[in-house]
T-cell receptor
Framework: GAGVSQSPSNKVTEKGKDVELRCDPI?????LYWYRQRLGQGLEFLIY????????KSGLPSDRFSAERTGESVSTLTIQRTQQEDSAVYLC?????????????FGPGTRLTVL | GEDVEQSLFLSVREGDSSVINCTYT??????LYWYKQEPGAGLQLLTY?????DMKQDQRLTVLLNKKDKHLSLRIADTQTGDSAIYFC??????????FGSGTQLTVLP
């Protein structure tokens, strides 16, 4: 398909383990965003990549969270030493560029459950 | 910081109009968006409005923007059961990322 894809769709892990979440943006989209959606809440911004510029990490909640992006393609979000409060749906979005009217296309999300 | 607020729940009868309201604080907002989220699915962009407009209509959807009061609304005409979902208001201002409200759960009753 031509949309944003994410894997896995569901991840259950034990407290203290590390997890990696993957996002494949729409081909040709230079901007990529990660958001977190806790149960019953709106989306919280985590990190933003635009081309080869340094990422905007201002939304990362702690140093246990990190993300990488290879060029203008796949991105991985890594959460180290997971805690129960990390349980949420992690959504990835991409847009054509990072201009102010940035129509963002969202993936289906990864539901993370930390036991 | 930037904040976007919405009421949490709305119930309407099938065939009636639904009006979902949103307020925001960022005066530099350039675009305001409405997204729809169905169970187990990602967010789908429904419509957006540029901040220098006060109304936009797109088929059954009407967006009204009161920039002075920083109030945005989404009206869905002839609401159908397939419209049942969570609706998120979002704004893009000085930052590249979107700031989202908590979402309004719309329930359409037969």
């Amino acid at each position: 398909g031509a949309g944003v894809s994410q894997s896995p769709s569901n991840k259950v892990t034990e407290k203290g383990k590390d997890v990696e979440l993957r996002c494949d943006p729409i081909s040709g989209h230079t901007a990529l965003y990660w958001y977190r959606q806790r149960l019953g809440q709106g989306l919280e911004f985590l990190i933003y990549f635009q081309g080869n510029s340094a990422p905007d990490k201002s939304g990362l909640p702690s140093d246990r969270f990190s993300a990488e992006r290879t060029g203008e393609s796949v991105s991985t979000l890594t959460i180290q030493r997971t805690q129960q409060e990390d349980s949420a749906v992690y959504l990835c979005a991409s847009s054509l560029d990072g201009s102010s009217h940035n129509e963002q296309f969202f993936g289906p999300g990864t539901r993370l459950t930390v036991l | 910081g930037e904040d976007v607020e919405q009421s949490l729940f709305l119930s309407v009868r099938e065939g009636d109009s639904s009006v979902i309201n949103c307020t925001y604080t960022d005066s530099s907002s350039t675009y305001l968006y409405w997204y729809k989220q169905e169970p187990g699915a990602g967010l789908q962009l429904l419509t957006y409005i540029f901040s220098n407009m006060d109304m936009k209509q797109d088929q059954r959807l009407t967006v009204l923007l009161n920039k002075k009061d920083k109030h945005l609304s989404l009206r869905i005409a002839d609401t159908q059961t397939g419209d049942s979902a969570i609706y998120f208001c979002a704004e893009s201002g000085s930052a590249r990322q979107l700031t989202f409200g908590s979402g309004t759960q719309l329930t359409v009753l037969p």
